[in-house]
């Protein structure tokens, strides 16, 4: 192998400079591409090599994959190549200019005599061919590197993303055969599809339905992409779909009966023609009138709310037409398209009501204000949204905190008058309790006080009636106006939570997970959020079986969610089990298992204990060997036994194994 200092022509000597085991090339950090991210927090713009190698070593962050002490080459035309008497290296193209320093990938492998520059990311040398990508170099398989140019003729568009090399027997996309040489291939329009074999290719796969097999395209060599996510055989519309978004699956399908003279695409997400629209995932719209989408306007506010400029764009998964609103393809209920408008961040409005995103609002709509409190030298500007009733959420409970914060803007807009902050500030001097006033106050709990006001961990709250105030739970309380969710996190500054605006005198506790209003039933699954409504749950008949488990004349529920496989007049519910005679649920799940409904029991809440066949904990079978199930019995809620041995209940694994001796000081100090 020719070694580099043997070929200056090929690369040239490299004076790193090394702090410990830290290199730099340039004043930049050499760092290791297998946990290349992690010197991110290193924030080197601006400090000094020893400075950030200091930082670096202090926190053990992995030193540069180099050799301390080797020469070290550079190569002259790869800029990107580095090597030493041991292997070569490739840096990261992306890494320097985004974060400050150097990815350096060490190659499993040496390039050998010549490294010659095909174009395209494509490079061989005198052993094989290359392509490099901005994370990897792809040693190429199957090829006749001596062979390799470029598949031509090409379009102009061709880059190194969407370029075809053929060495006459495969042809090679991003270094790896996408086809055989003889493959009659065309590139399209755009540079991720391509024609083999009159069939329609992104990248490596055929273009395929939702269930994976292949698309029936009738024209595969009339087919061109009219803008992203949307093209044509001249006889369809061929769409790019996807389900999700962080982990997205692609898939493709046809609309056929699309008007192709008229069709008109409006953003990755919507396209129209004289007939109907149609949104990416398949939904077709019949619209009324003129179908586009909606105008955004978003404003750029000061630091007292007031409007100093605005930016206008089309909004991406909104569309109106002369009747309706439409939310990613489907019509917004009750909303009013021509009067439909962006007031800025997520926040809407038509004539009738306001909005969030596509959900109505029960705000006053005339009286609606969004503004932000711009700071630009804080991280932090407080987005301002409510009516004249009060900020939005606050439900008419209100403090002193909300008037603080909205106080620079309805100072700077003097023309707004009689909202909620100005009924406060005319109480200003009444809140400012006197002395007998603080005397009379008595202390309820949950850090709640009752004098002429309520009090919460000092504040007086408005809105929410003294008299009639009472707790009504640990994270719950209520008055003659509403039921509230006492705040859990933020207790020294947010308030109680209006979710019902039923009496409290009408609340009822089924257990700590299911409630009523005397009209509404709710879960209460997390205890720092509102207790959610079960909109078809018939109060009447509704009962809590426990663990999260309830049922009513008409569903059986589990945390709120009607279960639509059990029927309640032939569902047992024992623990945290519920079954009929061809289902078992544990924790809300279907169990996967064959049973007759004689063999089950449920000797603990947490176990299910199918005869002497099979034992289940939560959803985990637990080995029938260790345990002998005909003889296994609880001891109480964290021990069993069977013949032959004591087990513990440890919350985790379902049953372990303890001695006698074990099982006995547990129980006397558990006892105790």
């Given at each position: 192998?020719?070694?580099?200092?043997?070929?200056?022509?090929?690369?040239?000597?490299?004076?790193?400079?090394?702090?410990?085991?830290?290199?730099?090339?340039?004043?930049?950090?050499?760092?290791?591409?297998?946990?290349?991210?992690?010197?991110?927090?290193?924030?080197?713009?601006?400090?000094?090599?020893?400075?950030?190698?200091?930082?670096?070593?202090?926190?053990?962050?992995?030193?540069?994959?180099?050799?301390?002490?080797?020469?070290?080459?550079?190569?002259?035309?790869?800029?990107?190549?580095?090597?030493?008497?041991?292997?070569?290296?490739?840096?990261?193209?992306?890494?320097?200019?985004?974060?400050?320093?150097?990815?350096?990938?060490?190659?499993?492998?040496?390039?050998?005599?010549?490294?010659?520059?095909?174009?395209?990311?494509?490079?061989?040398?005198?052993?094989?061919?290359?392509?490099?990508?901005?994370?990897?170099?792809?040693?190429?398989?199957?090829?006749?590197?001596?062979?390799?140019?470029?598949?031509?003729?090409?379009?102009?568009?061709?880059?190194?993303?969407?370029?075809?090399?053929?060495?006459?027997?495969?042809?090679?996309?991003?270094?790896?055969?996408?086809?055989?040489?003889?493959?009659?291939?065309?590139?399209?329009?755009?540079?991720?599809?391509?024609?083999?074999?009159?069939?329609?290719?992104?990248?490596?796969?055929?273009?395929?339905?939702?269930?994976?097999?292949?698309?029936?395209?009738?024209?595969?060599?009339?087919?061109?992409?009219?803008?992203?996510?949307?093209?044509?055989?001249?006889?369809?519309?061929?769409?790019?779909?996807?389900?999700?978004?962080?982990?997205?699956?692609?898939?493709?399908?046809?609309?056929?009966?699309a008007d192709l003279d008229t069709f008109t695409v409006l953003n990755e997400r919507y396209a129209r023609d004289k007939q109907r629209a149609h949104y990416l995932t398949g939904k077709s719209i019949r619209y009324t009138g003129d179908f586009h989408l909606l105008k955004c306007r978003q404003p750029q506010f000061d630091e007292a709310g007031r409007v100093v400029s605005a930016s206008e764009y089309q909004h991406e998964y909104i569309a109106v037409d002369d009747q309706f609103v439409y939310a990613a393809g489907t019509r917004v209920r009750g909303a009013h398209g021509p009067s439909f408008q962006h007031l800025g961040f997520d926040y809407y409005r038509d004539h009738q009501r306001a909005y969030y995103r596509n959900k109505p609002l029960h705000v006053d709509v005339d009286s609606f204000v969004v503004a932000q409190l711009y700071h630009a030298e804080r991280d932090y500007s407080p987005i301002l949204v409510g009516d004249r009733n009060g900020p939005l959420g606050s439900d008419g409970v209100l403090d002193e905190a909300m008037r603080l914060e909205w106080a620079p803007f309805f100072e700077a807009h003097p023309h707004l008058t009689d909202y909620w902050w100005h009924r406060l500030q005319a109480q200003e001097e009444a809140q400012a309790a006197p002395p007998e006033e603080i005397s009379m106050r008595h202390d309820i709990g949950l850090g709640f006080e009752l004098g002429r006001q309520v009090y919460f961990h000092g504040r007086p709250i408005i809105g929410l009636d003294a008299a009639s105030f009472k707790l009504v739970g640990e994270h719950l309380c209520g008055d003659v106006n509403g039921l509230y969710l006492i705040p859990y996190h933020r207790p020294d500054s947010a308030v109680p939570e209006r979710f019902s605006t039923e009496s409290v005198e009408h609340f009822n506790a089924f257990d700590s997970t299911y409630l009523s209003d005397g009209k509404t039933v709710y879960c209460h699954r997390v205890f720092y959020h509102c207790p959610e409504p079960i909109s078809k749950a018939d109060i009447a008949t509704f009962v809590s079986c426990g663990y999260g488990w309830a049922k009513d004349s008409r569903a059986v529920y589990y945390l709120g969610q009607a279960k639509k496989y059990l029927d309640p007049e032939n569902t047992q519910i024992l623990g945290t089990y519920a079954f009929s005679s061809t289902l078992i649920l544990s924790n809300g799940k279907p169990l996967d298992v064959k049973f007759s409904p004689e063999e089950v029991s449920v000797p603990h809440p947490h176990f299910l204990q199918l005869g002497t066949r099979k034992l289940f904990y939560g959803r985990k079978a637990l080995s029938a060997k260790r345990i002998d199930l005909a003889t296994l019995e609880f001891l109480g809620d964290f021990h069993a036994r069977d013949k032959q041995r004591f087990y513990r209940h440890d919350g985790l694994c379902g049953l372990s194994e303890v001695s006698e001796e074990d099982y006995l000081l547990c129980s006397d100090t558990l006892s105790a």
């Open positions: 192998m020719t070694t580099p200092d043997a070929d200056i022509t090929q690369w040239e000597p490299l004076d790193l400079e090394w702090h410990g085991d830290f290199a730099f090339m340039d004043g930049a950090l050499l760092g290791d591409e297998s946990a290349r991210d992690i010197y991110i927090m290193l924030e080197p713009a601006g400090k000094q090599p020893f400075e950030i190698a200091q930082e670096a070593s202090a926190r053990h962050f992995p030193p540069s994959p180099l050799c301390v002490g080797q020469i070290v080459w550079r190569h002259r035309t790869h800029a990107g190549l580095l090597r030493d008497s041991q292997r070569d290296y490739y840096l990261l193209p992306q890494y320097l200019a985004r974060y400050g320093y150097h990815a350096v990938q060490a190659l499993p492998f040496r390039f050998n005599g010549t490294l010659e520059k095909l174009g395209y990311r494509y490079w061989r040398d005198q052993s094989g061919a290359y392509w490099f990508d901005d994370y990897s170099v792809t040693v190429m398989v199957d090829v006749k590197h001596h062979d390799l140019a470029l598949l031509g003729p090409a379009p102009d568009f061709v880059s190194a993303d969407c370029a075809l090399f053929s060495d006459g027997v495969n042809v090679f996309l991003y270094g790896k055969v996408i086809a055989r040489a003889h493959d009659q291939i065309r590139y399209t329009n755009h540079p991720a599809y391509r024609v083999i074999n009159g069939q329609v290719y992104r990248g490596y796969k055929r273009l395929h339905q939702k269930d994976g097999t292949p698309l029936p395209i009738a024209n595969p060599d009339g087919f061109q992409m009219l803008a992203r996510r949307w093209g044509t055989d001249g006889e369809s519309i061929i769409v790019q779909a996807q389900q999700g978004s962080s982990i997205a699956y692609e898939y493709f399908y046809r609309i056929d009966n």
